[in-house]
């Protein structure tokens, strides 16, 4: 029998290479025997094992030199050895590595518990979110609902609030009124509110406190004429103020010109004055009216209206020459010296 073939086969059953000494040989078997002893492969691993410890019992028998002198007989000398059956390997032969698979299956379910636990995870955040959805959705129809009755209540509150104004501003108290206007607000271009504004105006006096608080008012242009067209009679007791504040003269749009001259002879000589400073220059009044202004005897009437016709170039009509010729014989110095510079501007003097 050739040694070294019979050592170099020996040691391929053990898996060693040629030139492993004995310590290899013995860690070899040991490795070995733990996976193919009987007990634990059961009948089907016998063989194998028996082939194991036959090639551990030769070699450990061999003297070191001769083991780690050995070569590996080539492939032409060496005879092929007969292929033998094995036989199934029982349970370690089907999955391998028992340490392994027990890793694989642990991390196998590992990972199916947290896909489980994701998908669960998803699925409450889903259900979350539709719960805020519809929670969401309720709070605002309420909101809606209580921003609703909240405008209908501060409507209602405002028309109250308007209405305990209106009765107000027929209070006989001065102060009563005077509160009611200073809170009045937008209100007062309503069809009541303008109502007892003309009332409280017609009925009671207009001192300046009272006037300043309804020229503050945001009266449209349409309710001012209005209020303008009714309180013509008012215009003595009138403050110069008030007077250009309700027929809008210093704004683009005049009210129209007959109104203007009701208030102008019935102003006051200095509300009749005021209005004659800011008359459209060059416009006349009518002669009526002119007649009329001219035929007053008062100084304090005719010293401020000679005065606004001179200033703005009201013109006079043919018939007042006489009238301003008699004016030069007035009592009054200051009428006289109007009524002379007023003529020699418009007829070039009078006599």
């Not at 636990?117 to 889903?126: D, V, Y």
């Not at 921003?147 to 209070?171: I, P």
């Not at 703005?312 to 014989?329: Q, T």
């Amino acid at each position: 029998m050739d040694v070294s073939f019979e050592i170099a086969r020996n040691l391929r059953t053990l898996g060693l290479p040629p030139g492993a000494n004995a310590s290899d040989v013995r860690a070899a078997f040991r490795a070995l025997a733990r996976t193919y002893h009987p007990d634990i492969t059961g009948r089907g691993g016998a063989r194998r094992f028996e082939r194991i410890t036959g090639a551990y019992t030769f070699l450990k028998n061999l003297p070191q030199d001769e083991l780690l002198q050995i070569d590996m007989p080539r492939a032409a000398d060496s005879p092929k050895p007969k292929r033998e059956k094995e036989k199934s390997g029982g349970w370690f032969s089907r999955v391998g590595n028992p340490m392994a698979w027990r890793a694989n299956r642990r991390e196998k379910l590992k990972k199916e518990v947290s896909a489980r636990e994701r998908e669960k995870r998803e699925a409450e955040e889903r259900e979350a979110r539709v719960k805020q959805e519809l929670i969401d959705a309720a709070l605002s129809r309420a909101e809606k609902k209580v921003e609703a009755v909240l405008e209908r209540l501060t409507r209602e509150t405002k028309e109250l609030d308007a209405q305990s104004l209106v009765l107000r501003l027929s209070s006989d108290v001065s102060q009563v009124r005077h509160l009611a206007l200073s809170v009045l607000g937008r209100s007062a271009d309503s069809p009541e509110a303008l109502r007892a504004i003309e009332t409280m105006l017609k009925n009671h006096n207009i001192d300046e406190k009272t006037a300043r608080l309804v020229a503050l008012l945001p009266l449209s242009k349409e309710n001012r004429k209005r209020l303008a067209e009714s309180l013509a009679d008012r215009a003595p007791i009138m403050p110069d103020f008030f007077l250009v504040w309700l027929l809008n003269m210093r704004e683009t749009m005049f009210m129209d010109y007959a109104t203007l001259e009701r208030y102008i002879q019935k102003a006051s000589p200095h509300g009749a004055a005021s209005m004659l400073r800011i008359w459209p220059k060059g416009r006349f009044l009518s002669v009526r009216v002119l007649e009329e202004l001219l035929s007053r005897e008062d100084e304090g009437y005719l010293t401020p209206l000679l005065s606004a016709m001179k200033q703005r170039g009201v013109p006079c009509p043919i018939s007042c020459r006489a009238r301003l010729s008699a004016l030069l014989e007035h009592p009054n110095s200051v009428v006289r010296v109007y009524a002379r510079s007023l003529g020699e501007t418009i007829y070039g003097g009078v006599k």
